[in-house]
């Protein structure tokens, strides 16, 4: 069965700091797994995704995460935060049964503080 | 491109009455649309994938005859929540998968339902 942990509910960080958020995920075959943002009462955007082609993976607003398949972890960073980072993010990876059916993590909700 | 719009954003009814929720890919064809459902602070929950044109599959413990979904079109998917009870108050999400696959989908801004 496939499942994502994300470690840790809430993250606050300092803006111009660097930004780490924790994902694990447990997949029987090879997964693609995506970063969510969403932001108050607005939709899910797609941050990032990683499908089986280059580990580290580059997304939008300048975050990017790295693939490690020994470690099973899928962290997402930035070097360095802005205020409007402030979001719930999950990790999401891609389940069973096609027709692209995912699988959500919890949620981090990250805090921007001045 | 690739943007889905949800219709309401936000509805209040009364308990005992049904509510129908609209979900439009608008620049894009969706083969397959899926519905979730996210409560407070909480994840987003699988509820059902709909495909155009056949019946909606439900993840386990869903009540298909409670939340009917209907995916008419390419562009169209319709969750209805039929004699709505407090407890189904919660945040509803639709998203739309596009036919050059790659494991996308795009959400929508997502139904705030409060039943009273």
């Known amino acids: 069965a496939q499942s994502v942990t994300q470690l840790d509910s809430h993250v606050s960080v300092s803006e111009g700091t660097p930004v780490l958020l924790r994902c694990n995920y447990s997949?029987?075959?090879?997964?693609?797994l995506f970063w969510y943002v969403q932001h108050p009462n607005k939709g899910l955007q797609l941050l990032l995704k990683y499908t089986s082609a280059a580990t580290l993976v580059k997304g939008i607003n300048g975050f990017e995460a790295e693939f490690k398949k020994s470690e099973t972890s899928f962290h997402l960073t930035k070097p360095s935060a802005h205020m409007s980072d402030a979001a719930e993010y999950f990790c999401v990876v891609s389940g069973p049964g096609g027709y692209n059916k995912l699988i959500f993590g919890a949620g981090t909700r990250l805090a921007v503080h001045p | 491109g690739a943007v889905v719009s949800q219709h309401p954003s936000r509805v209040i009814c009364k308990s005992g009455t049904s509510v129908k929720i609209e979900c439009r890919s608008l620049d894009f064809q969706a083969t397959t649309m899926f519905w979730y459902r996210q409560f407070p602070k909480q994840s987003l929950m699988l509820m059902a994938t709909s495909n155009e044109g056949s019946k909606a599959t439900y993840e386990q413990g869903v009540e298909k005859d409670k939340f009917l979904i209907n995916h008419a079109s390419l562009t169209l998917s319709t969750l209805t929540v039929t004699s709505a009870h407090p407890e189904d108050s919660s945040f509803y999400i639709c998203?739309?998968?596009?036919?050059?696959?790659?494991?996308?989908?795009?959400f929508g801004p997502g139904t705030r339902l409060t039943v009273t």
């Open positions: 997949s029987s075959y090879s997964p693609s």
């Open positions: 998203s739309a998968a596009g036919t050059s696959g790659a494991y996308e989908q795009y």
